[in-house]
């Protein structure tokens, strides 16, 4: 991408993260983008094909971040599962205002569908220790589940404990904690 497409792109982006601010998802259309981002439709649509590719596209900036396997990403917060939980917390937090005008609308389902996609590839790399005698695939989908749902919890309670105090309930809930120490 060259740096016209990417400013474009740049500005599509903010102009998405500031309705979103104001408005709920399913009420934002695309032409309140095009006119905040101040750029036509054809560039619009030359970058987006649908609003919500757009909302993909910033699901994976968001995500690719904090869910990079580089070992030094994680430095501060552990390396342990608990550690990477709570610098995923810290992360959300800090695209709260993002993630929060998704997770209240209609197209929260869409956007959990991205998280536990990312959320589960963060989790395999766990999972292949676990003592639990059950499918991988079954272990996957209930951490995945479980820690999605406490996501939800810490945002209906306005994330009122510490990212390391909801990883640590996580791991403490968990029954198959054992495979985290």
Known sequence: MDR???????????????LLEKKRYESIIVQ????EANIG???FYAHFETKDLLLNAMCEE??????KNDPCHWSG???DIEGKLAHTLWHIRESK??????????????FMRYFKEHLRTLFETHADI???????????SY?????????????????????????????EVTPLCSIYK
Do not use: C
């Open 4 to 18: 016209r497409q990417q400013k474009t792109r740049k500005a599509i982006f903010l102009a998405f993260r500031s």
């Open 32 to 35: 309140e983008i095009i006119d």
């Open 41 to 43: 439709r054809s560039t």
């Open 62 to 67: 968001i995500f690719h971040h904090i869910f």
């Open 77 to 79: 917060h552990g390396d």
């Open 97 to 110: 205002n993002d993630i929060e005008g998704i997770l209240l609308s209609d197209s929260s389902d869409l």
């Open 130 to 140: 676990s003592k639990a005698d059950v499918p991988k695939d079954f272990l996957l």
């Open 143 to 171: 951490l995945v589940g479980s820690f999605a749902e406490a996501i939800m919890w810490w945002f209906k309670n306005k994330m009122a404990v510490s990212p390391e105090d909801l990883a640590h309930y996580f791991v």
